[in-house]
């Protein structure tokens, strides 16, 4: 549905996006994941026919947006980081008023009866959208993007500055719209991607750092599994038995702790157990272990291990 090839844009010195290729099926809902400044906004602004690139092309269900732009943006809906609202309308008349601009072709009053239902702002119809809540400014965004039920939903970061109940919500109607549109939405929050799409792409300082299902992504760095210790001795002599381990993929000191112990997290291969062999090396070197609890690696650790390590890594 969209194919995005060798994506360049760079704004004088720097490279806002650097070489990004991926494509998304028909029907999937992809999470953009990436700290404040990775370029996903950039990427999204791209694709949408926003602003061009430096470099490479975009396809929307077969029509390149520089070539076909109409054709390509007739396809997409987009909520932009900042949504294009107009304050001093009432929802109902923003949603008409967007609906000529996009020059929509569907029975207009019953298609915007019907978006409003989608979003739950059918009651909020005749409000004006400057005395909305946050949240229900964001649906009225939403709303624009349906209009026309275009096959593609563009979000960027939709949850920013939302509560707790509002999340859940949105991240429901991300989830219910997947249903019949292919998605792509960004967000620096690793957990809200993980709860809304079924893959995940990681960008980080304008390069893709990792691109997998959901479920995999645990399994796409070093194997997933980790050991989390507190260990009492020499730290550089810990670190360095433990290292050689096989199967160990990284020791890291988290930090010391008061008698001359300190904290160490370790990841391995998930097809080796390695505490058996900690468990020895320890003793080989006479430095008790205090704690050992071992467990998958979390996404939040994987997502700052991929993004530490696109930035040279801080790894000992
Ligand atoms: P994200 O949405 O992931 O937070 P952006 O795509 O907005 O990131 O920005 C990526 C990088 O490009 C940042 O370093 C940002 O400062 C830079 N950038 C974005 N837009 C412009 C612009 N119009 N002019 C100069 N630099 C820009
Ligand atoms: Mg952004």
Redesign the pocket.
Known sequence: MIEVKNLTKS?GR?K?IDNISFSVDTGEVLGFL?P????????MNIITGYISSSSGTVTVDGAEILEQPRKAKSKIGYLPEIPPLYTDMTVRRYLEFMFELKRVKLPKREHIDEIMRVVSINEQADRIIGHLSKGFRQRVGFAQALLGNPPVIILDEPTVGLDPKQIIEIRKLIRSLGKKHTVIF?SHVLSEISAACDRIIVINR?KIVADAKVDELAGVLSGGQRLSLIVEGSPSAITEEIKLLPGVTRVKKERELSGGSARYTVSYDSDTDVRRAVFGAMARIDCPILEMKSGDESLEEMFLKLTEQSEGGDEE
Do not use: D, R
């Not at 404040?36 to 990427?43: P, V, Y």
């Open positions: 704004y720097l806002a990436g404040n400044g990775a370029g996903k906004s950039t990427t960004s304008g």
